[in-house]
């Protein structure tokens, strides 16, 4: 099975601390694959280290068979890799509308994709004329995740998109992330493990800055002192 996307050995500086001490994720072609671990250990680093956000001073990451380490965001991001920040990040000021149409790479991204975005997100089309902050927590997460559709993306990097929600919404966020894993490879961040385990069919343990597990959900689901020591879950 090819990997889309490999991390290897990567060690993340912010200012002088020493964030990432070895980070290791492999990401097969149309899974999705989870990456997990508790508060501060280093999963939002690990993402903004592929994005060259954090760039990785020592370590490879390679996508789609090339390294791209040390290159710049914007030139990362070309390659087909859409992000979706933590905490819902969208233009609170702008429309729902205007919020797709600033996420287009290419002239026309948006009208190539709006059916399937409004598919997925029927509430969105709806609001569409009103601003973000006019939306609830759970359309501000929709809109983040349908502003990394709009663009022909091949991997997507999603960042706890469960976080602060209803459970009737999160319900409906995995069954949209379910559905759009079927065109686009997931890194899904997520502190929710039900939601996770329900999800991915591979995982990724983050523990202090370092890869300390990864493997078969199904193999974790059933590890119960794994999850017991790294995720502190039941
Ligand atoms: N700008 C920064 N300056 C200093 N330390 C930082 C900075 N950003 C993150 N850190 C530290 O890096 C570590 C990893 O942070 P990161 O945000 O990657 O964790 P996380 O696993 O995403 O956590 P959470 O589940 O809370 O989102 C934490 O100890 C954090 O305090
Ligand atoms: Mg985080």
């Given at each position: 099975m090819m990997n889309l996307l490999e991390v290897q050995e990567i060690h993340t500086f912010i200012g002088q601390f020493h964030i990432l001490e070895g980070v290791d994720l492999a990401v097969p072609v149309g899974s999705i694959t989870a990456v997990l671990g508790r508060n501060g250990a280093g999963k939002t680093t690990t993402l903004k280290s592929v994005l060259g956000?954090?760039?990785?001073?020592s370590g490879r990451v390679i996508f789609d068979g090339q390294e791209i380490q040390g290159r710049r965001s914007f030139d990362i991001a070309a390659l087909g890799i859409g992000y979706v920040p933590e905490?819902?990040?969208?233009?609170?000021?702008?429309?729902v509308l205007e919020n797709l149409k600033i996420a287009?790479?290419?002239?026309g991204d948006l009208a190539r994709k709006e059916e399937f975005i409004f598919n997925l997100f029927p509430d969105l089309k709806r609001l569409?004329?009103?601003?973000?902050?006019?939306?609830?927590g759970g359309q501000q997460q929709m809109l983040a995740v349908a502003r990394a559709l709009v663009?022909?993306?091949?991997l997507l990097l999603i960042d706890e998109?469960?976080?602060?929600?209803?459970p009737v919404i999160i319900e409906q966020m995995m069954e949209a992330i379910r559905q759009l894993s079927a065109n686009t490879t997931v890194v899904l961040v997520e502190q929710n493990f039900l939601m996770a385990s329900r999800l991915a069919e591979r995982y990724v343990i983050i523990d202090e800055g370092q890869t300390v597990k990864h493997g078969l959900m199904a193999d974790l689901v059933a590890d119960k002192a794994t999850i017991h020591r790294y995720l502190g879950a039941a």
């Open positions: 956000l954090t760039p990785p001073r905490h819902r990040a969208i233009f609170r000021d702008l429309s287009e790479r290419k002239k569409i004329k009103l601003p973000g902050t006019n939306l609830s663009p022909d993306n091949r998109p469960s976080e602060g929600l209803a």
